[in-house]
């Protein structure tokens, strides 16, 4: 009589396996705003009544759009005018709901428009080319921009540049500034600095200060949770789950660009990351960065083993010059990792 052999349990999916294609319009049209920023209005967010400049800045992102949103008609119209200016830069420290309000901004714009990090409008220029990064994202209402870097001068004026074309076309721009978690006094505000870096640009915005408490500050100053291998290991092969060996990981992002990431997380849910280390240079951990980011914007839970995924970067990276990167991967590393309810 034949008997039938067991086929074994079935090896959990990796994301060291995965090889994304994606071309310039895929990649285009998954700059929209992470999923908890989905339903984000100027309604439902909460200013902080100590800090009067909250407030303003909802009426400064109302100004904004309002020719976007009028009702048609009305020659008497009372109300805000149209804004001169064709940029709006929110400056503000860490955790004050810049993103909320950028998200929010782009919800009011009618027709063709993109949101994205700064990370992800370099990525997409490097992976495309220039040209065709100008051809696919011409023509938009808006382009929103969030967390401006100042870090790498060479990215700077790569975007100065792009803006600048782009604002000849008709096409509106917004961001916000990238403060890192826990920056205090004048380091907070990087308006001067950005005005400054964008040179030429610079009188197309409007700069509004958003003044504030730091409330997700508490996260940063807690360490990422280790889960360990034993809970690795009960993790089910199943659709949305993964799991991958740490250097393997690190080491395969190397051969997938970073605009194409998105591809990398697509149906994700829960991650397991064995055997965690330090991250041995710099274009590792620029490129774990720019993962982290995409696992974040996901909404992924990590399950991680080895050495706590918020110390993965070394003391010499977090004293230069990308340091608010690393700092923000690191707050949301610990995020990512925290147990689930």
Do not use: C
Not at 299 to 320: E, K
């Amino acid at each position: 009589m034949d008997t039938v052999r067991s086929a074994g349990p079935v090896a959990p999916a990796t994301i060291a396996g995965r090889m994304p294609e994606i071309d310039g319009r895929q990649i285009a049209a998954s700059l929209v705003p992470p999923r908890q920023f989905t339903e984000a209005t100027l309604d439902n967010y909460r200013p902080d009544p100590d800090y009067a400049s909250q407030a303003e800045a909802v009426e400064a992102v109302r100004a904004f759009t309002a020719d976007w949103t009028a009702k048609p008609g009305g020659l008497f119209k009372r109300g805000p005018k149209p804004p001169q200016r064709p940029g709006l830069y929110l400056d503000g420290g860490f955790g004050v709901g810049k993103t909320h309000l950028l998200a929010a901004l782009w919800q009011l714009a009618p027709g063709r428009t993109y949101f994205g990090t700064f990370i992800e409008y370099t990525a997409m220029v490097g992976a495309l080319g220039y040209a065709e990064a100008v051809r696919l994202l011409s023509g938009a209402t808006l382009l929103a921009i969030d967390e401006f870097e100042l870090d790498d001068p060479g990215d700077t004026m790569l975007m100065s540049r792009l803006l600048g074309d782009l604002v000849r076309g008709g096409t509106r721009f917004a961001a916000t500034s990238n403060t890192p978690p826990g920056a205090l006094g004048e380091g907070r505000f990087a308006a001067a600095d950005f005005l400054r870096e964008i040179q030429g640009l610079s009188d197309r915005f409007h700069t509004i200060r958003i003044e504030g408490l730091d409330y997700r500050r508490r996260a940063v100053e807690g360490a990422a949770f280790v889960a360990g291998d034993a809970a690795i290991d009960a993790l089910p092969a199943e659709a949305g789950t993964t799991v991958d060996d740490f250097e393997a990981l690190v080491a395969h992002l190397a051969s997938v660009h970073p605009a194409r990431y998105v591809g990398l997380v697509q149906g994700i849910r829960v991650a397991g990351i064995r055997n965690v280390a330090p991250l041995p240079g710099q274009a590792e951990a620029l490129r774990f960065v720019a993962l982290v980011d995409r696992l974040y914007d996901a909404q992924v839970h990590i399950v991680a083993g080895g050495l706590p995924l918020d110390r993965v970067f070394g003391d010499d990276m977090l004293a230069g010059g990308y340091r608010k990167k690393y700092l923000r991967a690191t707050s949301r590393l610990i995020a990512m990792t925290a147990p689930s309810a």
